[in-house]
């Protein structure tokens, strides 16, 4: 048992040193970790100075507030993904992506779980808006579920097709149409993701205030 432990702890040891550095700097530094924790934990200051300035308290049971986050690499930690694609000497693409989705392993960011129940203890909305597909709702609730951080209470904003994009679904929360129509009128006090597109005003002085951004070397479209 004890030579199987170490057969496995050589292999990944090798498979990992030999990634590319930024998906080892996601995987291994310490410093991504910080500063995942740095952006929930401001994100979560602002949000008490925001509703209640005066005593930090919130707890509100009837209000209307909602913060729309990103999923992946935002709440979501798929840098495993980026092995499994190193491994095969592949690139992303849909069908490799897919495959990944069904198997529900992603991890959580670090600071994710402090983050949302902190929302959810405080009657605050949670709206994910992620280019995930709709089909693969149930595949991302059950690794949600796995990862301990699943809410009946969540709202799912995934997308159906290729023009669905987010800004799509972003006009359906703030008038109330469309999938959203069933719902009341939220106001969203708080946007997380990890790209640009995830965010409704990109104007760099909303961030780290309404709008909080997470490192992710790993892919984007610079």
Same mark, same amino acid.
Request: include cysteine; charge should be neutral.
């Given at each position: ?111 994710? =779980? ?5 929302? =959810? ?102």
């Amino acid at each position: 048992m004890k030579l199987f432990l170490l057969f496995i702890i050589f292999n990944l040891s090798s498979i990992y040193g030999k990634l590319p550095n930024d998906v080892r700097w996601v995987i291994e530094s310490s410093e991504y970790e910080a500063l995942c924790h740095q952006i929930f934990n401001d994100a979560i200051y602002k949000l008490k100075k925001k509703i209640s300035p005066n005593n930090f308290s919130l707890n509100i049971v009837n209000n209307n507030y909602a913060v729309v986050l990103d999923l992946d690499e935002t709440i979501m930690d798929n840098s495993d993904y980026q092995v499994m694609l190193f491994d095969k000497n592949e690139k992303y693409n849909p069908e490799s992506w897919d495959e990944w989705v069904l198997k529900e392993d992603a991890k959580l960011v670090p600071g994710a =779980r402090k983050y949302l129940n902190f929302l =959810r203890d405080n009657n605050i909305q949670v709206i994910f808006l992620s280019n995930r597909m709709d089909k693969r709702v149930e595949e991302t609730k059950n690794n949600l579920k796995k990862l301990g951080v699943f809410s009946d209470n969540d709202i799912y904003l995934l997308r159906l097709d290729k023009a669905d994009k987010k800004n799509v679904r972003r006009a359906e929360i703030f008038n109330s149409t469309g999938r959203m129509k069933n719902y009341k009128n939220f106001k969203i006090i708080q946007y997380l993701g990890d790209a640009m597109g995830d965010f409704e005003d990109q104007n760099l002085d909303e961030f780290g205030m309404d709008n909080f951004v997470f490192p992710n070397p790993m892919y984007g479209k610079w």
